[in-house]
């Protein structure tokens, strides 16, 4: 039976996480928080940093840290759906030799036996625009909603 919830969104809310029990049999939903938040960080390390104008030497600065903080989680996957549901499976613990031993050996079960060992996972994340969300709250504000 599926879980539904209803949630208004806000300027706070950064991405929306839609995925089957398979997931949530493997990782918390503060993990998959984690992973992902961790994976926008990291992947926002890759990109050219370009303020927008009329941003202040502040502002600039915050980026810049919250930028140098991410260098360490820089992604292996290109996108956090990816990257979550290869945590799920144990593709990231030991060497470079390890990484994707467990994740290729779920994957590699015959199809009898792999439902004794996982569930089909399917996962989908929705990155929010932070600025699309804060121009919903300031209308929702002016029009007394």
Known sequence: MPEVFYHKLTSNDKF?????DGLW????????VRLIHDHTLGTQTLSLYQPE????????CKDLERRKQGESKKPLDENSATHVIRNALGGVSGGTERQYERLKESLQLPPGMARHYRDDITVI??????SYLSSIAEAEDHCGF
Do not use: M, Y
């Open 125 to 130: 994340v929705i990155h929010f625009s932070e």
């Open 25 to 32: 049999e493997w990782l918390e939903p503060d993990s998959v």
């Open 16 to 20: 929306l996480v839609i995925a089957t």
């Open 53 to 60: 104008q009329g941003t202040s030497l502040l502002d600039v």
